[in-house]
């Protein structure tokens, strides 16, 4: 059977201050009236019924997806700590095969916006039956529009199916120079950072490509549904190396297919895609959740709290406050609040804020 796994462990430490340790991103309104883990969860119902839709989470966050959700305790899979999508991928195919020996998994991160349900349904149906067999790791490929290099780019090879294309590269996150050379050679997709296989398949691949990720997950498998399984699953995340699913197995297998898509997406992954989405006014600002009183301020984003955010001369920044904390850098650096957030979680003095 199909079944949703929904990755919902990460911190969104690119959206601090407004997503904390005790409330992430995928548990904020951050576009629309509806959380993002809401909005994933109803973008797949009409394919995978809601018994079959599981969350990978940490311990400490089951209550917040209870509540949202009221997803069945036994399809929330509780990760002790974080040690990126790689572990927290396979935690899910060892939970799913002790279930369903030929459990498909559709993995989808808990933070996206995705415009075109239709397409996005159709895409999905297609990416399962091509996971279905169990040969190919299934990933789903955006054109890239601009050279990021927070993404994954996707180098499409010879074509299978109408609109299902052999992975020929895998390049994960490369730097701005690269990324532009892929769209100039016009065949590469952005990786969408969701996929489509069988759970025993993945598990075949993290064997070659990650061993010692695969031992763990093997001690893990054989203590699912005993009363040893939250002892084990602790253990072996205290040795687990953390890596990610594209450095640790996409960029290195050779089963790996992309399809075309034709919906609209964005990962959310810093406030300058979330700007993408959010009205500007005639000098290029975004003003979100308060007053603004500025003077000769141009292409600056302010998301605001209570207070009236007043400015002079500024341009091109971004100014994020809430209760707490204010927030203000160019907004070319706001990937660089994952390295700020990095450094201030080591002091103890700022441990409240984070
Ligand atoms: N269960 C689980 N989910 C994770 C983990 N790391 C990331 N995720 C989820 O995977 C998806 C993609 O995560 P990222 O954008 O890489 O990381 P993030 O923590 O959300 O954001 P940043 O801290 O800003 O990088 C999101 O839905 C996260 O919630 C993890 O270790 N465990
Ligand atoms: O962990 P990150 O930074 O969110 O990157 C992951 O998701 C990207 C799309 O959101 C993908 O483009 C990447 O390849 C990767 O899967």
Same mark, same amino acid.
């Given at each position: ?5 929904? #990755? ?5 430490? $690119?959206?601090?201050?407004?997503? $904390? ?10 576009? !629309? ?17 809601? @018994? ?28 002790? #700590? ?10 899910? /195919? ?6 369903? *020996?030929? &459990? ?15 397409? *996005? ?9 091509? /996971? ?46 690269? /990324? ?13 950072? #969701?996929?489509?296989?069988? &759970?025993?398949?993945?598990?075949? @691949? ?16 054989? &203590? ?6 939250? $002892? ?14 594209? *450095? ?49 301020? +141009? ?10 955010? &007043? !400015?002079? !001369?500024?341009?091109? #920044? ?24 990095? +450094?201030? /979680? ?6 409240? *804020?984070?």
């Amino acid at each position: 059977m199909v079944y949703t796994v929904i #990755m919902s462990g990460g911190l969104g430490s $690119r959206f601090w201050p407004k997503s $904390r340790v005790s409330m992430p991103k995928q548990f904020l309104k951050t576009v !629309g009236d509806k959380t993002m883990i809401e909005c994933t969860v109803e973008r797949i119902m009409n394919i995978i019924p809601k @018994e079959r839709i599981c969350v990978v989470t940490n311990k400490r966050y089951v209550p917040i997806i209870q509540n949202l959700l009221g997803i069945e305790e036994k399809n929330i899979f509780k990760e002790p #700590m974080n040690k990126e999508t790689a572990s927290c991928i396979g935690l899910a /195919a060892v939970k799913l095969l002790k279930r369903d *020996f030929e &459990a498909v998994m559709v993995v989808l991160p808990s933070d996206h916006v995705i415009i075109g349900q239709e397409e *996005f349904e159709k895409t999905l149906k297609t990416a399962i039956d091509a /996971a279905r067999d169990g040969d190919y790791l299934v990933t789903m490929g955006i054109n890239p529009t601009r050279p990021e290099s927070g993404y994954g780019y996707i180098e499409k090879g010879e074509e299978i199916e109408t609109g299902i294309y052999k992975v020929k590269r895998f390049v994960e996150k490369p730097n701005v120079d690269v /990324a532009k050379s892929f769209i100039e050679k016009g065949s590469y997709y952005w990786n969408s950072g #969701m996929f489509v296989w069988r &759970a025993d398949r993945l598990l075949r @691949e993290i064997k070659k490509y990650l061993p010692e990720l695969y031992r763990s997950l093997m001690r893990i498998y054989e &203590a699912v549904d005993t009363p040893e399984e939250d $002892r084990v699953i602790a253990d072996e995340y205290s040795k687990i190396d953390g890596i990610s699913i594209d *450095f640790g197995v996409m960029q290195r297998t050779h089963r790996a297919v992309v399809l075309d898509t034709s919906f609209t997406w964005d990962d959310i992954g810093s406030f300058t895609a979330l700007e993408r989405f959010l009205n500007k006014d005639k000098q290029n600002n975004v003003i979100s959740n308060c007053e603004a009183g500025l003077y000769e301020v +141009e292409n600056t984003m302010i998301l605001g709290n209570k207070r009236l955010i &007043a !400015g002079i !001369g500024i341009k091109d #920044m971004l100014i994020v406050d809430t209760d707490d904390v204010l927030l203000i850098c160019p907004k070319d650096r706001c990937q660089d609040i994952k390295n700020l957030v990095k +450094e201030l /979680a080591g002091n103890d003095e700022f441990e409240r *804020f984070m």
